[in-house]
Every structure is written in C-alpha cells, then in structure tokens.
C-alpha cells in the first residue's frame, strides 16, 4: 500500500516540478491524436452523410463493415500501417515509419470507421421529409447536408469527443509504427507501459495522470462546445 | 470546418519541420542498450554535429535482425553471435564488429527455493532449477538474452517442468517485473538488472561462468542487398561508437550511477 502513495507522491512532484519530457510527451500525445482525429472528422462525417443519404446497391453490407471497423483493433491498424510504410512496402518511399505522421495515419485509420458510423445514425435520424423539403427548395444534395449537419452538429462533436477518446488511450498502434523512441515517437501511453516494465511507477503514474488530464481536458472543451450551443438553441 | 482545416494543415507542417531536415540513421537495437540509459549518453555525443539525427528502435536481438533482413534497418547494435553470423553470411550485413561485453547474471528470490546459491557453472544453477521445479521466467522474444536462455539449457541438458517455466514475451525490464512478482529465477544481462535494482528484490544467485559472457556487436545493413539504407550514415554511427571519445563515455557509463562500469570496451580505437 505504501509503494502505491509514495508512487503518488513522487509522481506529483513529478508533475508540479513541470517535468520537461514529461510535458513534451504530452504535446506529442495531444498533436497526433488530435491531428488524427480532425483528419477522420474531415474525411469521416461527408462519407457518413453520404452513405446516410444515398441509396445505393450493398448499402447495408457497407453500414455493417463501417460497423464492423468501429471495432477495429489498434494493434492490427498499427500491424498493417507499419508493413505499408516499411521501407520494403510500397509506401516506404515515403520514409513515414518510425514517424509522428506514421502515427498519425494509424489513428486516423481506428477514427475514421468511428466518425463514419457515428455520422451515418445521426444523419439518418434526421427526418426524411425535411431533407427532401431542402431538396425541393432548389438545394443540391451537398447543400442539403450541409444544412442538415448543422441540425444534428451536437451528434457530431459527440462523434468528435468518442473517436479522440479512443486515440489519445491507444497504444498498441503508435508502439508498432512509432517504435517508442525518445524524444521522438514516445507518447503518454507507450511511455506508461515501458516505465511499469522498468518498475519506475511514479513515472508511470506520472504520465498515467497527465494522461487523464488530457482527456479530460480535451472532452471539457468539446462538451462546453456542445452544451453552449444546446442553450443557443 | 475551414478552421478545422486550417488547424490539421498546420498540425501536419508542424510535424513535418521537426522530422525531415537531417540525415535519419536508423539504430536497431536491443532493449538493454536502451534501458541503461546508454543510448542516450552516446546519442547526445554523436548528433552534436547536427548532421545526423539518431531512430532507435530498442527491440530484441531477434527481432532487431529481422529489420535488418526486411532492409529496415541501417545499422544493427545486437548480442546473438551465432544469429549475427548467421545474418552476416546470409549476406543481410556486413563489418559485423564485436566491441563491448558485459555478462548475464541469474537471479532469483532471496530464499532461493531451488538451493542454487554457491553453483559456480551455469548449467548446474539451470539443472537445480529444474530439479527443484522452481519457477522460471524466459523473455521468450528470440532476444540475444532468449538465446543464451537456451544454451544453457542445451548445456545443462534437461528442459524445466511443464507449468514451471513462464514465457513472458517481452523485452528485459518487462521479462524481470514478471520474475519479481512471482518470486521466480530469471537471466538477466548485469547492465539492466542494475539499472532497475533499485525497484527489486530479486538477488544474483549465480554468477562468473564463463557461459554467462554477453558480447555486443555492430553490423551495418549490406547496401548491395538494401539500395534503400542510409549506408553513409550508418557508417558514421559505425565509426563513432568504434572511436576513442565513444570508448570513453561508454568506460565511464554507470560508474556514477551504479558504482560501477556496465560494459566493457573490447575494441582497439586507433
């Protein structure tokens, strides 16, 4: 039990005393899993609407497999980012591995199924009537959503708030296509495994609340974000 | 949206300033160069220049040979002699140079339920082991550290217990936090069982045989097989750790810190 409070203790001081790497860790974390996760939402909530809105042939089999995909293993997105960008794949040219933009594609490949399936139900949740009304007005179908995006926005930024949530807790991706390295690909979650392998648990506990405190920070503005236009409503 | 646009487009600049200008060498490497802290000690020297920037992937011998084989890596820091000659005859490397030792030690819990302690030759510490059906904990992860695991083994010809032989897959900080919680004997190299000590309670149960000898090597990825690889910047990486201020910072490595020399330099610098 005392190992546990001393670990608090020292992982406190840690913090407080603004521990450089710390910090720059944290930057990192919050750099790629925010980049991922507004590259998903640009790519991401078109598509769903899109998908949401068109009829077209093995629609259901596609809204299964974007399903599907909400559920997709970090360590298997990581497995297959990491063999495209191997110097001996055919992205290798690129020089990406072992890179934040290598992570950084990774995540979006876990956020963009999430962002997808979560914009498709809220689309489609939007009355029907009121989307062919737009249409009857004269509006082309990407003006009708656009319209319609904006009636169901708080969805979306919940949509946000889960996809970031996933990435900024995953490790398993960036640890294959970031290697770990120091001051270079180290993120809060890879840095919180090798530091519990190495028995250093106030660092560890350490970077464990720095993390949460991400999160938590990060999910306090999107949700002020969406409450504050609930209340404009 | 605009905005959102504006943000990732300068998240990704952002990105890519810091990463491309130098000249990247990528180091594949084996976790105990790293944990130490080593790494980072001839790191700062070598990138002084600002010519090169150091990637190193701190991973098992094995698996640091693999991305030597894929072309992965430029240069390979491992410790598996009979695999490093194995990928050097395969034509995946070449200049393999053995420079550094140090030697593994085992450990085990202070009781010492297998009656092991005073066991001068390895295999006799292995063989009791066994015996005793105490617990033991293997990397199982094809390191150079697994690898001499089973040497000895082959040496003390019998094989643990079913259920009494734990394979943790994982690096050497990952493999010996397993052994500490279950009170089990481990291979360890000396230089990261000192390095993590401090939050152990593990004790050397055996140590000194001349089986226990762990030597290091550099290899540079073969530029004929690999047109891909950084060759001249694994070779100024190459020439830097076989130099004279390398051989110093690494002579001196740990003396502060542990009260004592970690590795041991075996090459003669010009």
């Not at chain 1, 546990?4 to 840690?14: D, P, Q, S, V, W």
């Not at chain 1, 407080?16 to 899993?33: D, H, K, M, Q, W």
């Not at chain 1, 360590?75 to 020089?95: E, T, W």
């Not at chain 2, 992860?141 to 897959?169: C, F, M, N």
Request: charged residues 20%; hydrophobic residues 50%.
């Amino acid at each position: 039990m005392e190992f546990i409070l001393e670990g608090f203790r020292k992982a406190l001081h840690i913090i407080l005393s603004g521990n450089p790497e710390v910090f720059a860790i944290a930057r990192l974390s919050l750099t790629v899993s925010l980049a991922a996760t507004a590259a998903a939402v640009l790519a991401g909530v078109p598509l769903g609407s899109w998908i949401a809105v068109k009829k077209f042939p093995l629609k259901k089999l596609l809204i299964a497999l974007v399903n599907t995909g909400m559920g997709l293993p970090p360590v298997v997105a990581g497995l297959v980012v990491m063999l495209f960008l191997a110097r001996s794949g055919p992205l290798g040219f690129l020089n990406w591995l072992y890179t934040p933009k290598g992570m950084i594609i990774a995540q979006f490949i876990i956020a963009l199924p999430i962002i997808i399936a979560l914009s498709i139900s809220a689309m489609q949740n939007v009355d029907p009537k009121f989307y062919n009304q737009i249409l009857a007005l004269g509006a082309s179908d990407r003006q009708a959503i656009w319209v319609c995006l904006k009636e169901i926005r708080l969805t979306i930024v919940a949509a946000v708030i889960a996809g970031f949530g996933r990435l900024v807790a995953e490790v398993g991706a960036v640890m294959i296509v970031g290697g770990n390295i120091r001051y270079q690909t180290r993120m809060l979650t890879t840095a919180t495994v090798m530091e519990t392998q190495m028995g250093n648990f106030d660092m560890a506990i350490a970077i464990g609340l720095v993390l949460l405190a991400l999160g938590f920070t990060v999910n306090l503005a999107l949700t002020v974000i969406q409450q504050n236009k609930v209340l404009t409503r | 949206m605009a905005l959102m646009s504006a943000a990732v487009a300068a998240l990704l600049l952002a990105g890519c300033a810091k990463t491309e200008p130098k000249s990247v060498v990528r180091l594949a490497t084996t976790t105990s160069v790293r944990d130490t802290g080593l790494l980072d000690v001839l790191d700062a020297d070598f990138q002084k220049d600002g010519r090169y920037t150091l990637q190193a992937i701190a991973v098992g011998s094995g698996q640091a040979m693999q991305l030597g084989r894929t072309g992965e890596a430029d240069i390979l820091w491992v410790h598996s002699p009979d695999d490093e000659k194995k990928f050097v005859e395969e034509g995946y490397g070449v200049d393999r140079t053995t420079f550094l030792h140090n030697d593994f030690v085992i450990l085990g819990p202070e009781a010492d339920p297998a009656k092991v302690k005073g066991s001068k030759k390895a295999a006799d510490v292995f063989r009791k082991i066994a015996a005793a059906k105490a617990l033991f904990v293997s990397r199982a992860d094809q390191s150079g550290t697994h690898k001499k695991e089973l040497k000895i083994w082959d040496a003390a010809k019998v094989r643990p217990a079913k259920g009494y032989y734990l394979e943790a897959g994982q690096g050497m900080a990952g493999t010996l936090s397993i052994a500490e919680e279950k009170k089990a004997y481990v291979l360890a190299d000396r230089s990261t069982y000192l390095s993590m000590a401090k939050n152990l309670k593990l004790v050397i149960v055996s140590e000194g045989d001349s089986l226990l000898i762990n030597r290091y090597s550099l290899i540079l990825a073969n530029p004929a097989k690999f047109p891909k690889v950084n060759s001249a910047g694994a070779r100024a990486y190459f020439d830097f750790v076989l130099s004279r201020p390398a051989k110093e910072l690494i002579e001196k490595f740990g003396v502060e810190k542990y009260g004592q020399q970690l590795f041991f330099y075996d090459y003669a610098v010009k």
